[in-house]
């Protein structure tokens, strides 16, 4: 049998992918949502993914693929069949500031997918313990910047949205505030509410019960007008910081490669999806701001991603770094050495260079043999998840006591051979 012409070949796969467009979907689609259960991406993927599901007919089912700051499901979502069976949601950590945290990050925002549309924005909040000594956010920046405050900042882990806007709000009024890392956003709002802790600026969506209910005190929120959903509480530039203006965003993506076809069916269904009555009230009652109808489309997301990495890029990077260090050879560094003190216990982490990522209550970097690699060529290894408590408590499998410096900014571990090379 002869082959095909290629001209004829060619026809026949375009005619081919046609025909798979226009009965897609037939079959469940996976919307790889990067965190955990329950946070705000997770919830508005549900919301959108249950109009999918209805107006599609077929299932649109949510995976949490959570780690690395939401880039562990990002770059399993890139390297997924670009047979729109799979999307994901990402948002402005993932898709703006994850190549100002990771160096060897494995994907490119901007290159390696297809845009399908902006979900929502979300507005971010200032907000501190219910007893913080400030009555408004010009008091609040004030005890920021006094050195005897020692004001605490929370975060729900490396490239986290609380994380990333805490950092431009702490580089815009040059502080350097003890930063305290957890595996989330709902232990570091706990901690928050509890004390523990003095403040955090996250998604209005994580805090608006909280604020309403007199659990915290919200300073200001970071957009020009107020939020509906928080009437009382001013914007920034209202209260006296005009020049911190930011919105966290979710959005879907395909993988790159994803036939037109389908990127434009995904896209028409987002948009419809924002424009149903159903879909925009729960979306709303969240606090999250629905994009127009020119910010739905594929073109306006690609130029948000290029916008975002632009933009925090340089903030990430430029951020102090606070750095845990961990002898290989069991000696136990001197908590005194550049005003460090007794740190947490890791939970989680992973290695600059290779990924390779350590999981579990005891840290799996604690298996000599397996990171040997890491801890002899002192590998930068970030820090995703700690656990606030054990101060002075040796980490388990006879590790020595982890020591960090915390500063401001990314939070990122180094492993050395020896405790000297740490300074």
Known sequence: MKPLPFAVATALALCAITASAQTYPNRPVTIIVPFAAGGPTD????????????????????ENVAGAGGTTGITRGAQAKPDGYTIMMGHM???GAAPGLYANLKYDPAKDFEPLGVAAAT?????ARKDFPAANLKEFVAKLKDPAAKAKQAHAGVGSVSHTTCTLLTSQLGVKNIVVAYRGTGPALNDVVGGQVDYMCDQIVNLVEQVKGDAIKAYAIATPERSPALPNVPTTKEAGLPEYQVSAWNALFAPKGTPKEIVAKLNETLVKALDDGATRKRLLELGSVIPDKAGRSPAALASLVTSEVARWTPILKSADAVTYIMSQSGAKPDPAAAGQRPGR????????????????GAPRIGDRAAWIPH????????????????????????LPDLTDHEIRGAIVYMFNPDPVAAK
Do not use: D, W
């Open 123 to 127: 507005p971010i909040l200032i907000v």
């Open 93 to 95: 950590g993932t898709h």
């Open 375 to 398: 801890l002899t060529q002192g590998f930068e290894v970030t820090v995703r998840n700690a656990i606030q408590g054990h101060r002075g408590m040796p980490a388990r499998g006879g």
């Open 345 to 360: 216990q890791v939970v989680e982490a992973q290695c600059s260079k290779c990924h390779e990522t350590s999981k579990g």
């Open 43 to 62: 919830i508005i993927a549900r919301i959108v993914g249950e109009y999918f599901s209805k107006a599609l007919g077929q299932q649109f089912v949510v």
